[in-house]
């Protein structure tokens, strides 16, 4: 019988499990552990509201710090779990206690990939990762003219928008040939490129940076691999997470790209779940393990969790979905699609202009679909790939034709 639940991690997931475990019922102990000083928050308003100034800094946090107390969870700041003991099962923190379980979520989310090049020490070189971080750029914006972004993903092309609002100038540096191209192809990734070079960014393709120099310990500048240097007061490197395993793999856990989860969220070891970015999950209805490192999986996965956890049945086989805002282009992607596994994407409405819808197409078969200024639309794209059945592609891009007809 359960009576003894520990979590750890204090991001959107390790708050939704326990109130998930609460919701069904739950009556036995809950203890989260985070090795930050805050309670619980989400990520996405980091890159994207509470970075531009538009959201309040409650608004980032899942619940206020006395809802934990009003529900008997115990919530410890600054407590970082060190490693897991499986056969004793207990958890054991920085300062040498241990902590028992009898069940235990893994919530340990994704660690930025850092740079090792010269220089990557200096100071005024930024990742963005946690609220801390994002404070930091929002203070280091307010005394800077100017930013260079190192990658072209999601967090790189949303902070470049941010330090734009800010009214920095912006040079982003990106090793592909387009932003994002490996996973929305060439077509879409273009959109990406011409809509941050309409708003002022220098975006520089397939270019390589060889070292971040300085001055008197801080950073003044990008030195490509032809030999320029890109003066910058300030750097933000955004070029991908890893996921944190090191706790898993303390515990004797199946890693492979993340935490190897069944469809009921449980680990190689029964008595231990994972959800979120560290999550590489199996999912039936795509009928694969993913990992996915979006806010839906932190806000859906627990909920599974915690019924798993607590003896019921629960499987998870939501579709990925994220969203992003950059300027006034705001978009929801629904579905998955492999880097290079999709044979066909059809447009539907304005590419040129910004309102479109675009699909990822294999064998007819719609495996993705992205939304750009266009709303509620989300439920019928999904719809389709659930039904997983052929498309005829005319019709698909046909606007006259109602998504729900297809």
């Given at each position: 019988m359960t009576s003894n639940v520990v979590i750890v991690g204090g991001g959107l997931a390790g708050a939704k499990a326990a109130e998930a475990l609460r919701a069904d019922g739950y009556e036995g102990s809950?203890?989260?552990?985070?090795r930050e000083s805050h309670a619980p928050y989400e990520r996405p308003p980091l890159s994207k509201g509470y970075l531009m100034g538009k959201d309040d800094r409650e608004s980032v946090f899942v619940h206020p710090l006395d809802w934990y107390a009003e529900h008997d969870i115990d919530l410890r700041r600054e407590a970082e779990a060190v490693s897991v003991d499986?056969?004793?099962h207990t958890v054991t923190l920085a300062d040498g206690s241990t902590l028992p379980y009898d069940k235990l979520l893994l919530a340990?989310?994704?660690?930025?990939r850092r740079l090792s090049i010269p220089g990557a020490d200096l100071d005024g070189v930024f990742y963005l990762r946690e609220i801390d971080d994002s404070e930091a750029i929002k203070s280091a914006f307010?005394?800077?003219?100017?930013?260079?972004?190192?990658?072209?993903?999601?967090i790189g092309l949303e902070t470049a928008a941010a330090a734009r609002a800010a009214g920095l100038d912006v040079t982003i540096l990106e090793a592909a040939a387009l932003p994002l191209v490996r996973i929305v192809g060439e077509q879409v990734g273009q959109v990406f490129a011409e809509l941050q070079r309409r708003n002022g960014v220098d975006l520089r393709l397939e270019v390589t940076v060889d070292a971040l120099v300085g001055a008197y310990g801080r950073v003044t500048g990008v030195q490509l691999a032809?030999?320029?240097?890109?003066?910058?007061?300030?750097?933000?490197?955004?070029?991908g997470i890893s996921p944190a395993v090191a706790l898993a793999e303390s515990a004797g856990l199946t890693v492979d790209n993340g935490i190897v989860v069944d469809e009921h969220l449980q680990t190689s070891d029964p008595d231990i779940f994972a959800v979120g970015d560290v999550a590489n999950a199996f999912n039936p209805r795509i009928g694969e393990h993913i990992r996915v490192e979006h806010w839906a999986n932190a806000l859906n996965m627990p909920a599974v969790a915690a019924k798993g956890m607590l003896g019921q049945e629960a499987v998870y086989d939501r579709l990925p979905y994220f969203y992003s805002d950059q300027y006034d282009l705001g978009l929801e992607y629904v579905g998955y699609t492999?880097?290079?596994?999709?044979?066909?994407?059809?447009?539907r409405g304005d590419l040129d202009g910004g309102v479109f819808i675009a699909f990822w197409l294999r064998e007819g078969r719609v495996l993705a679909g992205m939304n750009a200024n266009i709303?509620?639309?989300v439920d019928p794209i999904r719809e389709l790939i659930h039904r997983g059945t052929a498309v005829d592609s005319a019709a698909l891009a046909d606007e006259s034709i109602e998504l729900s007809a297809l």
């Open positions: 809950i203890t989260i552990l985070t499986s056969s004793a340990t989310g994704s660690i930025p307010a005394q800077s003219k100017s930013v260079v972004i190192i990658g072209a993903g999601w032809d030999g320029s240097v890109i003066a910058a007061d300030m750097v933000i490197v955004g070029v492999a880097p290079g596994g999709f044979d066909e994407v059809v447009i709303w509620d639309v």
